[in-house]
């Protein structure tokens, strides 16, 4: 954890928490995760979406702008029609570098709320921070240019999820135009 940073947040539906408990995850490990930037934790808030629903990257600095896609119509009106809270924690016991994702850092230990800030409406408050700059969002059909239409960019991450044992039974379930790109990878990949 840089030395610099003396807070992170972690974004939840539950409200009124004073203690973050950590808890077992995809990467295999019992961590509290939280990111450096207070609008990640905003877009985490929601339990619902993955990256089937979203494109998301982006630490939220300067040089690395948080950037969120929405990869078909409505899903985000799903996804982020929800309320909860942005919880800021001490940085002390965080640490980077454990999930490949710069911008997400963990704790093994349970971690006390310094503040809670409580958040009406995820969905409009994405709007807000794309307004102040904080967040560049794209809405369907809307998505910067070097992110395929068709969604094609979550192939390769499927394929490494079906890999490490992952269920990927909803990817074919929302991406069922995809099936055929799909099995070709796989074959290309055996060769």
Do not use: C
């Amino acid at each position: 954890m840089q030395e610099k940073i003396s807070h992170v947040y972690h974004g939840s539906t539950y409200q009124g928490l004073k203690i973050i408990k950590k808890n077992k995850s995809t990467h295999g490990n019992s961590w509290v995760y939280a990111t450096i930037s207070k609008t990640i934790s905003t877009i985490f808030i929601s339990n619902k979406g993955s990256d089937l629903y979203y494109y998301l990257s982006g630490d939220g600095t300067e040089n690395n702008p948080v950037i969120l896609v929405e990869r078909k119509e409505n899903m985000f009106k799903d996804i982020f029609n929800v309320s909860g809270s942005i919880y800021t924690l001490s940085s002390k016991n965080f640490i980077s570098g454990k999930t490949g994702w710069s911008a997400e850092v963990v704790s093994d230990s349970d971690e006390n709320v310094i503040y809670e800030e409580h958040i009406d409406n995820v969905f409009e408050k994405l709007k807000e921070l794309n307004d102040r700059g904080e967040l560049k969002l794209y809405i369907y059909p809307n998505r910067p240019s070097f992110l395929p239409k068709d969604n094609s960019d979550l192939i390769p991450k499927v394929i490494g999820w079906q890999n490490r044992g992952i269920n990927i039974d909803q990817f074919f379930e929302l991406y069922s135009e995809l099936k055929k790109q799909y099995l070709n990878m796989i074959k290309e990949n055996e060769r």
